[in-house]
């Protein structure tokens, strides 16, 4: 399978948890967005590799070492994106990317020359205690296994809607699965954020080819569908149970949107 | 692997299964595997795939991996931490040593468990099958319960 790929799926990866382990708001939304472009070029990388006959996977050799400070996690970062510059080719695609690439170096380089970055990084101290500790111990443990159970979810969603939006004719389901990517993403982004802010920062577990390889359409959207109802159903209990206000109005706000995205599952049918 | 050991944790989750939560042991294919068993719910679409080496009766290595939920993630790495280097006469006994390490489990957590007894139990199944000449990539066996997600924690001190 693609190396390329592989490694780029690798990078988005590392982008991304850099962004939710960094407590900084500035640096933590600027990696973001570059998180963002590096998903991006994964789509693009993929895409080219099945116009030209080729395949892709989503096995992955990563690991998310526990860091202590903001320099930390950058140094490894900036490893990452320069280890990946060697597996461009001399294409377009590959020189876009590397000049993305360039400028997130660049944008690490300056990170990296104000001492006043280094913060602690507090993503992965295990505490699990949400801000000023307002939950109790069973409301904290509900939130920590909903955020292992949501981010997985949201993480193996964003792949397999890719997987098939890179594999359909039909500008219905393209858009569709777009719209589900996109959502997604926002999830992943704040179940992710959440985790570190309880010191639990993890990396989803690697996607088997059974989950994402979808042989029957029409029994995908219906499990999908049902997931999103169990989905759903946390939240609301989460809400119910957790009596703080803030949290509570924000697993009102994801249950009605996975309302949303059911509909929008149902459209694929 | 994450050892949680040495941390000393806020009241609540219990360490093991906060350790076995943040990061899966023995997840993911197994390229040395000579059998494979999956356990399928039709219904909720719930799989988990078990990769085995056996040799000479002995679990030399041993992965799986699932799109299931966390009792079934933390079941399946305490499940195959505990056989691995093992006899399959003592695998078969560690499905009662899980009940016993889990304690008490809700209903939904049983059918968790017995999905991933299952996946391993059908991966012995296609190393006998393959012995015999049959030609068969991946034992499949269909489960009759359903998952439905749940708190682990609640039920382990």
Known sequence: ?269 | MLDLSGVELPEGMDAEVMSHLMSPRNYGKLESANCIGVANDEKTGEYVIFYTQLENSIVKDVNYATNGCQDTVVIGSMFTDMIKGNDVEYAQKAVQKMHEKLGDMTPEQQVCADIVFSAFSASLINFNNLIDGKVEEMHLVQMKESCDATNMGENNG
């Open chain 1, 1 to 269: 399978m693609d190396k390329l790929y592989q490694k780029k799926h690798e990078l988005w990866l590392h982008i991304t948890f850099a962004s939710f382990a960094i407590n900084d708001e500035t640096i933590k939304s600027r990696l973001y967005e570059f998180s963002l472009i590096a998903f991006r070029h994964m789509k693009w990388i993929g895409s080219d590799l099945l116009e030209h006959g080729n395949d892709y996977n989503y096995d992955r050799d990563i690991e998310l070492y526990k860091r202590e400070n903001v320099f930390e996690v950058i140094k490894a970062l900036q490893s990452e994106v320069l280890n990946i510059q060697k597996l461009y080719t001399d294409t377009i695609l590959g020189k876009r990317a590397q000049t993305d690439d360039a400028y997130l170096l660049e944008y690490l380089r300056q990170v990296l020359a104000d001492d006043a970055n280094n913060q602690e990084v507090t993503a992965f101290n295990m505490q699990r205690v949400w801000n000023k500790g307002e939950l109790d111990a069973s409301q904290t443990d509900a939130l920590t296994l909903f955020l292992f159970e949501e981010l997985y979810k949201e993480y193996e969603l964003i792949l397999v809607y890719a997987y098939m939006q890179a594999r359909t004719s039909n500008a219905l389901h393209f858009n569709v699965f777009q719209d589900l990517i996109d959502e997604s993403h926002f999830h992943l982004k704040s179940f992710g954020n959440m985790m570190a802010k309880l010191g639990i920062l993890a990396l989803p577990r690697e996607l088997h080819e059974m989950t994402y390889i979808v042989k029957d359409l029409e029994k995908f959207v219906h499990d999908g569908i049902a997931e999103e109802e169990a989905a759903k159903e946390m939240c609301k209990q989460l809400s119910e149970s957790i009596h703080e206000e803030k949290l509570s109005k924000f697993f009102d706000f994801i249950n009605y949107q996975e309302s949303y995205h059911i509909e929008l599952m149902k459209k694929l049918l």
